[in-house]
């Protein structure tokens, strides 16, 4: 790929497959009856998005779950349905990423939560038990940073901490607006979705 030196991966519906359908199915079965109304496949509303915004902590989330949808839910319940998103990572991505890193800089960039992040970083995350650092120059998680995409600021944290040209940097997300303000501040693009071999794009380029 002329010209590029690091890649960008967005992480569900990427590198892992997900469902919001399983998602808002677990969320109903514990109690939430209109769970749909504040999950979304690329951006969560009220307090999701506040969760993975870091506007709010893990146990805070749990509290305001429980004061919206029933005290009687467990931490452990709620975690689950933010869990039943993800659906598996197919091992040949993993390959395909520790392949890429021979050649390029590559970052993770995820609109993602405390939940999904511990299991993320633990040994439950790939077959061989490497967490998901191990594939990446480095994972920023919007909960983390403060900020989920399309915001401007997410972008310009990256661009910041990682010291990355936008102009030589590809960005893989499965939602255009996303990519579409990654754009705007320079960064290459390529709309993906999670039945796609990704593989292929790269024998293309």
Same mark, same amino acid.
């Given at each position: 790929m002329k010209g590029i030196k690091n890649l960008l991966f967005d992480f569900g519906g990427v590198i892992v497959g997900?469902?919001?359908?399983?998602?808002?199915?677990? $969320?109903? !079965?514990?109690?939430?009856?209109? *769970?749909?109304?504040?999950l979304n496949e690329f951006r969560?509303?009220?307090? $999701?998005? !506040?969760?993975?915004?870091?506007? *709010?902590?893990?146990?805070?989330?749990?509290n305001k779950f429980r004061s919206t949808f029933g005290q009687h839910i467990s931490d452990e319940d709620i975690d689950s349905g933010w869990m039943a998103f993800l659906t598996y990572i197919p091992e040949y991505k993993l390959e395909l990423l520790d392949e890429l890193r021979k050649t390029y800089k590559v970052y993770l960039l995820s609109n993602t939560n405390p939940v999904i992040a511990e299991w993320a970083h633990s040994k439950e995350f790939s077959p061989s038990g490497r967490p998901i650092e191990s594939y990446f120059d480095k994972c920023y998680l919007s909960f983390e940073i403060g900020c989920a995409k399309p915001e401007a600021g997410i972008y310009e944290f990256v661009i910041k901490d990682s010291g990355i040209d936008p102009s030589e940097t590809l960005f893989f997300d499965d939602g255009q607006s996303n990519l579409d303000a990654a754009a705007k501040l320079g960064f290459k693009t390529c709309l993906v979705n999670q039945e796609q071999d990704l593989r292929q794009i790269f024998e293309e380029k």
């Open positions: 997900i469902d919001k359908n399983a998602a808002v199915k677990r $969320f109903k !079965e514990i109690g939430a009856s209109n *769970i749909q109304d504040y969560q509303t009220g307090i $999701f998005l !506040e969760l993975e915004e870091g506007k *709010i902590s893990l146990d805070e989330f749990h």
